[in-house]
């Protein structure tokens, strides 16, 4: 338009785009490089006040004094949450221990007792005595520390224990035990899988009108808790491991806590093992637990 060479305006064009896009690739890579830094933080835990990027400008400044300020309530309240659970750790630590004293008194006096009144009653302490138990593993799972000793046992002498303890159920609701010797050795904690074997046979007796309940071995060290009871619905069955689930079960049996084959759930998983179950309603269930996992290391 003012009749100059094109040369002289198409030079400081290019000069200026040059510039522009130098200046656009340094500012590119500095918001990289704090992108990068803050995408890093955002993996750690309390210490990201300690892996700040340098403020640049009083706008980082006041997020970084925010992020502080939110790290010190959450800090503070990791710690009351930690003091809290603790607290009710040892109440319920006390008072299951507490419980347990008339617990053993009623159970010395039903002794002397020979009735169909005093058998009704030992086996209500029983389950009493089991919904304790319940009680007291539901709080240690979350426990910081939880006493596992994982060495090598006999599964018949775990076996045996579980099935002593419910001896008077299987008397007074005239259900066999259908047990054979399964002679076999297997990696796991004692008294969390006996836990775990209790809660299944529990659960087989309380669905269980007539018949019988089978342990077995399948291949691979599965062991096989097969009942005649009510069944489970095949739309209930993927559901029966999680928490406060009752389903069909639970509509019939008003005293379904919903909380049992979950805790089984979560022992076997912390163990190494895994825990299925197949059924039918009306012909029964078969728990299956696999205990041929050796994740764990043997103390």
């Known amino acids: ?6 040369a002289a305006v198409l030079y400081p064009v290019a000069l200026c785009i040059l510039l522009g896009l130098l200046l656009l690739a340094v500012d590119f890579g500095r918001i990289r490089q704090k992108h990068r830094m803050l995408s890093g933080i955002r993996s750690l835990t309390d210490a990201i006040t300690l892996s700040f990027p340098p403020i640049d400008g009083i706008e980082d400044a006041d997020y970084q004094e925010i992020i502080c300020l939110i790290g010190q309530e959450h800090r503070a309240y990791r710690a009351a ?78 076996l045996k224990k579980a099935v002593k303890r419910f001896a008077g159920e299987f008397i007074g609701r005239r259900l066999s035990l259908v047990y054979q010797p399964l ?18 046979l529990s659960n087989a007796l309380k669905y269980t009108a007539s018949g019988s309940i089978t342990i077995t071995l399948a291949p691979e060290k599965k062991l096989c808790i097969r009942d005649t009871g009510i069944g489970i619905a095949a739309e209930d069955l993927p559901r ?9 079960g639970g509509r019939t049996q008003k005293n379904a806590s919903g909380i049992g084959l979950y805790l089984c759930k979560r022992i076997c998983s912390n163990l190494g093992h895994t825990i299925t179950a197949e059924s039918t309603v009306d012909e029964g269930t078969t728990i299956i637990l696999d205990l041929a996992q050796t994740k764990l290391d043997v103390e």
């Open 1 to 6: 338009m003012y009749r100059l060479p094109i």
């Open 81 to 158: 949450s930690s003091q809290k659970y603790a607290d009710m750790i040892d109440y319920y630590t006390v008072w299951a221990h507490q419980i347990k004293t008339p617990i053993a008194s009623m159970r010395l006096q039903l002794q002397n007792e020979d009735t169909a009144l005093s058998h009704r009653l030992s086996a209500d302490l029983f389950r009493i005595e089991l919904y304790v138990e319940m009680v007291m593993t539901f709080l240690r799972l979350d426990a910081e520390s939880t006493d596992y000793v994982i060495q090598e046992y006999d599964l018949d002498t775990i």
């Open 183 to 200: 002679k076999t050795t297997i990696v796991t904690d004692e008294k969390w899988l006996s836990f775990v074997i209790e809660q299944v």
């Open 240 to 248: 029966i491991f999680e928490n406060g689930f009752t389903g069909r």
